[in-house]
């Protein structure tokens, strides 16, 4: 009899277990590297920077080849990823300087994806470049939130790789020594706060972390060390005569090499990131992503010619072709997820209802994602959208839409006298070399209509030519 009842007891304890396993929420980590091209990664084809902690991570976990992100600069694709809306849809909808410091704040009454998941019970933290609201505003990173914030809240100032000041809540964390010299690395800062997040995650309590690191967002600089070494060898770079009028701090003499240098690092950083959670156990119950939040850029030592990091795909960071906007993207669950390629086409606002998913919260309506959890986890048919949409409010402004294997761009929409429209088959011509809107009208009408469908006017980030008004963008 005793033993009949103490098999019962140790059974209900199995199954409450075994419940309480799949039901428990699972930690988030989200990687946004800065300017990071489609081809910039060992897995994705590049040929020149080494990238092994990213290369294994996407040969044991699933990669991603149709991946977009929501804008092709800075501040709208994290809108976009932080709300769950396209930018026609976004609050933010490209780069515009605040003062007196960062961009132009989110509004009150936004709920972030990270508002949801801490109002659900997940501790919060983000590490790096914010861009969406000094710590005065609305769009303060604790307001939309995060429990905890560390590193730059403007992306203007993350240009400088030795800032003279970070942020630390509301806290300004002043570096003197880098007013004179190159001492504190803020890459290299920023990534030690994650870590110690990660450290003190042993309460049991589910988390959510933003690593939106700067790497490799120019200016190209780094410490000179063994890798930055390494690279100079192999490349048999010789060095750039020094220009007097470059600021001596910020001074590359190797920029090819500092760029491979970068990349390397964040390849490293990932690597730790995963190595910490695995010494603390937490590995089968997080869930890690990687993206980028557009193409590659040519600025202050970047050369997509040189690494040809947006691999066959036309344009780079600002355009609206597949190399501004199509970009790595990596997820990995140990024993969860499993290994594999996709070609699906999926989005970074589709990240929002995806991760209220994996914590259990009810979908939010009026929003323009999809839970990309049954492509993950295999769970069933994936939701596709009708379409995928952007705009960009520089150059002229731009817009681009894809539907099924079909991709309109039209450029300087807000000069109507000279606006172009092109017509691509992404099946056939998915370099976007052959503009065919000459032989397809009705194709290109219905896209554009699709296109005047997706655009929801916005009058703080007018378009079209009877919505502009004069406006500064900021820089990125």
């Not at 396209?86 to 972030?112: C, D, K, M, S, Y």
């Not at 997080?286 to 193409?295: C, P, Q, R, W």
Request: aromatic share 12%; with cysteine; charged share 20%.
């Amino acid at each position: 009899m005793m033993v009949k009842y103490l098999t019962a007891v140790l059974l209900f304890i199995s199954i409450t277990v075994s419940a309480q396993q799949k039901t428990k929420q699972p930690n988030i980590i989200f990687i946004l590297a800065d300017d990071l091209g489609y081809a910039d990664l060992g897995c994705y084809g590049q040929q020149k920077t080494e990238t092994p902690n990213l290369d294994k991570m996407a040969s044991e976990g699933l990669k991603f080849t149709q991946f977009y992100s929501g804008s092709t600069v800075c501040a709208p694709a994290r809108t976009s990823f932080m709300t769950g809306l396209h930018t026609g849809h976004t609050p933010i909808r490209g780069n515009r300087t605040f003062t007196p410091e960062g961009q132009t704040p989110l509004a009150e009454n936004i709920l972030t994806i990270a508002n949801l998941l801490q109002q659900h019970g997940y501790g919060t933290g983000a590490f790096g470049k914010w861009s969406l609201g000094f710590i005065t505003t609305s769009g303060d990173p604790q307001k939309k939130g995060f429990d905890e914030f560390f590193g730059y809240n403007c992306q203007s100032l993350a240009h400088d790789y030795y800032p003279d000041h970070l942020w630390s809540n509301h806290q300004r964390i002043d570096f003197e020594a880098n007013k004179s010299a190159n001492v504190f690395y803020s890459a290299d800062t920023i990534h030690a706060m994650a870590l110690n997040f990660i450290k003190r995650q042993n309460s049991g309590k589910p988390f959510f972390m933003y690593l939106p690191y700067t790497l490799p967002h120019g200016d190209v600089i780094l410490p000179h060390d063994s890798v930055y070494n390494y690279y100079i060898k192999k490349f048999n770079e010789a060095a750039i005569p020094y220009d007097k009028k470059k600021d001596s701090l910020a001074y590359e003499p190797h920029p090819h090499a500092a760029f491979a240098a970068m990349v390397s690092r964040l390849d490293r950083f990932t690597g730790e990131i995963l190595k910490q959670l695995d010494q603390q156990g937490l590995l089968e119950n997080t869930i890690v992503l990687f993206a980028s939040d557009n193409g590659p850029h040519k600025e202050n030592g970047g050369d997509p010619e040189f690494f040809q990091n947006h691999g066959i795909y036309r344009g780079i960071k600002r355009d609206l072709y597949e190399g501004g906007i199509r970009v790595p993207f990596i997820a990995y669950w140990k024993n969860k997820i499993m290994p594999g390629e996709t070609a699906q086409w999926l989005t970074i606002w589709d990240m929002y209802p995806t991760f209220e998913q994996l914590a259990g919260i009810k979908k939010s309506v009026n929003i323009d994602g999809a839970s990309i959890v049954p492509t993950l986890l295999k769970t069933g048919k994936q939701k596709q959208p009708e379409y995928l949409y952007w705009e960009f409010h520089e150059n002229n402004g731009r817009q681009a839409i894809r539907w099924k294997n079909w991709k309109l761009v039209k450029l300087n929409v807000n000069i109507a006298a000279q606006t172009v429209t092109e017509l691509y088959d992404l099946d056939k011509d998915p370099s976007e070399k052959n503009d065919v809107s000459g032989t397809n009208p009705a194709i290109v009408a219905k896209l554009d209509a699709m296109i005047k469908k997706a655009h929801i006017p916005n009058k703080d980030w007018p378009l079209l030519p009877e919505e502009i008004k004069n406006q500064k963008p900021a820089n990125d």
